[in-house]
T-cell receptor, first 110, second 116 residues
Framework: AQRVTQPEKLLSVFKGAPVELKCNYS??????LFWYVQYSRQRLQLLLR??SRESIKGFTADLNKGETSFHLKKPFAQEEDSAMYYC????????????FGQGTELSVKP | ETGVTQSPTHLIKTRGQQVTLRCSSQ?????VSWYQQALGQGPQFIFQ???????GRGNFPPRFSGLQFPNYSSELNVNALELDDSALYLC???????????????FGSGTQLSVL
């Protein structure tokens, strides 16, 4: 069965420190991986997709098929990065049918 | 460009009742997906509608049903409500969904359902 695991419910760092939000998945085929973010009092929105290989707001994520991971990283955290982050998986060409992890709350302290 | 809107924002029902939640998709989007998000959990896929047809379903019983209308808006109906149905229900729209890769989902703010 497909599953997404985010082992940390809460991650607290100081401003300027590096951040890594962990995401592991189980899926036998070719997955599409995403990171969604929800800022306080805002709706859930896409942060980045593995297929785009892009950096958004300084965040990057690399798909590691050997370790079945898609960790989200940022070298220097900012206070405005504080939010709820969800890792999600979609089966290839099964757009819109996402399997989400439980989420990690990132708190960046001044 | 109009975003995804959901109504109502909050709803209180009692066990055994029926509820209908509504979603207007973003302009130009023909696919609507519904998710249930229990407290402290990630969203869980309920089903998806593409061009008025159900296009995939998650692990939810048949008392969860839906509709999509010609203007691509959608309804989620839940019959015989149970206490465990208490959750935030999210609607997300996208521009295609039939066996294609979706660039991203646009989420609504959700409907908070409480079942007493």
């Amino acid at each position: 069965a497909q599953r997404v695991t985010q082992p940390e419910k809460l991650l607290s760092v100081f401003k300027g420190a590096p951040v890594e939000l962990k995401c592991n998945y189980s899926y036998s085929g070719s997955p599409e991986l995403f990171w969604y973010v929800q800022y306080s009092r805002q709706r859930l929105q896409l942060l980045l997709r593995h297929i785009s290989r892009e950096s958004i707001k300084g965040f990057t994520a690399d798909l590691n098929k050997g370790e079945t991971s898609f960790h989200l990283k940022k070298p220097f955290a900012q206070e405005e990065d504080s939010a709820m982050y969800y890792c999600a998986l979609s089966r290839y060409n099964q757009g819109g049918k996402l399997i989400f992890g439980q989420g990690t709350e990132l708190s960046v302290k001044p | 460009e109009t975003g995804v809107t959901q109504s109502p924002t909050h709803l209180i029902k009692t066990r055994g009742q029926q509820v209908t939640l509504r979603c207007s998709s973003q302009s130009g989007h023909n696919t609507v997906s519904w998710y249930q998000q229990a407290l402290g959990q990630g969203p869980q896929f309920i089903f998806q509608y593409y061009r008025e047809e159900e296009n995939g379903r998650g692990n939810f019983p048949p008392r969860f049903s839906g509709l999509q209308f010609p203007n691509y808006s959608s309804e989620l109906n839940v019959n015989a409500l149970e206490l465990d149905d208490s959750a935030l229900y999210l609607c997300a729209s996208s521009s295609n969904g039939q066996g294609t890769m979706v660039e991203k989902l646009f989420f609504g703010s959700g409907t908070q359902l409480s079942v007493l």
